[in-house]
């Protein structure tokens, strides 16, 4: 059985529904922590919610396959119009971000972050995973270095904190309890879940085709079944902050 679990909800402030889904999810549920986009409308407002759940770790989700760099005049990942390439385009060998630019970005972002919380993220991880793509390793590491901070996926990158396994596939149209509690069920120390919870406005039909499912999702994070399952067999909720540092 699992040990020690972090639910974390990707896409805090992606839109007003996402960020009440996942505070609500938090409130009123499993999830421990969030990550935060630097770059959306909702970013502000989501750091606003998250003042009144001191228990709830806010990381941040570094973008760059949606909405605009905060740097001006960054051209190795954006488009004719300024925004962000698609996640599709990193899988042509004709496109390569320049690591000078994606450094710069997400310091940028990561500066902005601290700006706006006045703190640390609790960690790192990325829209899309784009910072678990090889061309990205370096400058991930860099980050994760100069801000001491722990990674999503840190297996695949570097070893400075303890490994939470990673399950992604709480994530689709066929969402149920078995789903988390049969991963649950797994002989290792600490493990990462990664949702999507939302309540469902129209800015978030609008912007992602996976919308209803994270309704669902938001049910069964929500659910006396799974917080049940959780508390009967002993597993600590924790976030990244409570991770130990190597060494």
């Not at 990550?35 to 806010?58: D, I, R, S």
């Not at 989700?61 to 996640?87: Q, R, V, Y």
């Amino acid at each position: 059985m699992v040990k020690k679990l972090i639910i974390n909800a990707d896409d805090f402030g992606i839109t007003e529904g996402v960020t009440k889904g996942i505070i609500d999810s938090h409130a009123d549920g499993v999830v421990t922590s969030t990550t935060l986009l630097m770059n959306v409308p909702f970013t502000e407002f989501a750091l606003e919610q998250a003042k009144n759940y001191p228990e709830l770790g806010v990381g941040i989700h570094l973008a760059l396959t949606i909405g605009k760099p905060l740097i001006s005049g960054i051209k190795s990942f954006t488009d004719s119009e300024g925004n962000f390439l698609k996640l599709s385009d990193y899988s042509r060998h004709d496109v390569a971000a320049d690591l000078d630019e994606l450094y710069e970005e997400w310091k940028a972002q990561m500066d902005h972050f601290i700006r706006l919380a006045k703190k640390l993220p609790t960690h790192i991880d990325s829209h899309h995973h784009v910072h678990c793509l090889p061309q990205h390793h370096d400058v991930v590491v860099q980050l994760a270095r100069e801000y001491d901070l722990p990674v999503r996926e840190s297996e695949k990158i570097l070893d400075t904190y303890e490994h939470a396994i990673f399950m992604g596939e709480f994530y689709g149209d066929d969402l149920n309890v078995a789903r988390i509690t049969d991963e649950l069920a797994r002989d290792t120390k600490i493990m990462e879940i990664m949702c999507h919870p939302a309540y469902i406005d129209q800015k978030t039909y609008e912007i992602t085709s996976y919308s209803l499912p994270r309704m669902k999702e938001m049910e069964i994070l929500r659910s006396d079944e799974l917080r049940g399952f959780i508390r009967e067999n002993g597993i600590e909720l924790i976030t990244f902050a409570d991770l130990q540092k190597r060494g």
